[in-house]
């Protein structure tokens, strides 16, 4: 397991950008797979983008597609999300989530560390 720090959430109008971070402890961090998951109030966690270690493969879920963008620094041990043409239904906590692995998987509980999550909130 690694431990995992998500950084950049925050306020922003509808339509509006935001980048997330997520610093991940350890040596080994191009062997896995980095995962962003979502949770409204009163829903249950949501797949948002993943990417394998190499950052060659990436998945969105279809509500993200073509706004969001995944991408990871091996060097810095860092995963980001960068948010473009946010809507208020976008609003959530966010985590990232690793798995030593080179399968990507959308499903919670593949995951086996999670970060502490941080709050984006979108206004119309």
């Known amino acids: 397991q690694v431990q995992l720090v998500e950084s950049g959430g925050g306020l922003v109008q509808a339509g509006g950008s935001l980048r997330l971070s997520c610093a991940a402890s350890?040596?080994?961090?191009?062997?896995?797979?980095m995962a962003w998951f979502r949770q409204s109030p009163g829903k249950v966690w949501e797949f948002v983008a993943g990417?394998?270690?190499?950052?060659?493969?990436?998945r969105y879920a279809d509500s993200v597609k073509g706004r969001f963008t995944v991408y990871r620094d091996n060097a810095k041990n860092l995963v980001y999300l960068q948010m473009n043409a946010l809507k208020p239904e976008d609003t959530a906590v966010y985590c990232c989530?690793?798995?030593?692995?080179?399968?990507?998987?959308?499903?919670?509980?593949?995951?086996?560390?999670w970060g502490q999550g941080t709050q984006v909130t979108v206004s119309s």
């Open positions: 989530a690793a798995r030593r692995s080179s399968i990507l998987r959308t499903d919670t509980n593949f995951y086996d560390s």
């Open positions: 990417i394998q270690g190499s950052g060659a493969n990436t």
């Open positions: 350890g040596r080994t961090f191009s062997t896995y797979i």
